[in-house]
């Protein structure tokens, strides 16, 4: 059957995710320090990270929803330093300008333009990016995150959202990103086909089965695979 839509993943698929993390991280300590030193002192950077952990280890019912762990770790930060009212929304907003301050891959942006101007392109993706801050929201003609699905890749019914969105059978939807897990298995027990991007040319983890239909260096790569499939009827 041939390929009627895509499904990408974000972080780590068109933009390396830590650099980004690592800059919300300090933006939000720095605004601590001036702020609230009080609880600078208390939570560090790693501390708060290791807050963050214990908190997603205690919700397990919010596995899908990242924003919603990091803001019940500043309040237990901040409760914890005997503030009661503590500043989210000012830290959150401050998080996340730097969460999307994104540097995309040099080859992200030039495959986008190629690919969608044949195919629809859904984004898929457990992480809370916001797709108009970083500026490629144009590309894509839906954006499914577990957040507001409810449940998170690999997880096959985010996958089957997304293929209803779409309004494509699940065979006939590639699913693209760059976690063997999370991407590659949750797809294909979803029944969509697989791209694998990796970047480091990393053997497939034989543990986790059926290597994935394609195994690609980068972006630009898919878009001449898909350049070259047969013209769709």
Same mark, same amino acid.
């Given at each position: /059957? ?24 300090? !933006?939000?300590? !720095? ?15 790693? !501390? /708060? ?114 293929? !209803? ?16 897990? /999370? ?36 972006? /630009? ?13």
């Amino acid at each position: /059957m041939p390929i009627l839509a895509l499904t990408l993943d974000l972080d780590d698929t068109l933009w390396p995710m830590l650099p980004a993390l690592e800059r919300a991280d300090q !933006a939000v300590d !720095a605004w601590l320090q001036q702020h609230h030193p009080e609880v600078a002192r208390a939570w560090p950077i790693e !501390a /708060m990270r290791e807050l963050r952990a214990r908190v997603a280890a205690e919700r397990l019912d919010l596995a899908h929803d990242f924003t919603t762990q990091r803001q019940l770790t500043l309040e237990h930060a901040f409760a914890s330093c005997g503030i009661t009212e503590a500043p989210v929304a000012a830290l959150w907003e401050i998080y996340f300008a730097e969460r999307n301050s994104v540097e995309l891959y040099p080859d992200s942006l030039p495959a986008l333009r190629r690919i969608t101007a044949h195919w629809p392109l859904a984004s898929l993706t457990n992480g809370n990016a916001d797709l108009q801050r970083i500026g490629i929201h144009a590309h894509f003609s839906h954006h499914i995150c577990a957040r507001d699905s409810g449940v998170a890749k690999p997880d096959p019914r985010i996958f089957r959202a997304a293929a !209803a969105l779409l309004g494509v059978a699940p065979g006939q939807i590639l699913h693209v990103g760059d976690d063997p897990l /999370m991407d590659v298995v949750g797809a294909r027990e979803a029944g969509l086909r697989t791209a694998w991007i990796n970047r480091d040319g990393q053997p497939w983890p034989t543990e986790l089965g059926a290597s994935p239909e394609l195994d690609l260096p980068d972006l /630009m790569a898919l878009a001449d695979w898909l350049d070259a499939q047969p013209a769709r009827t």
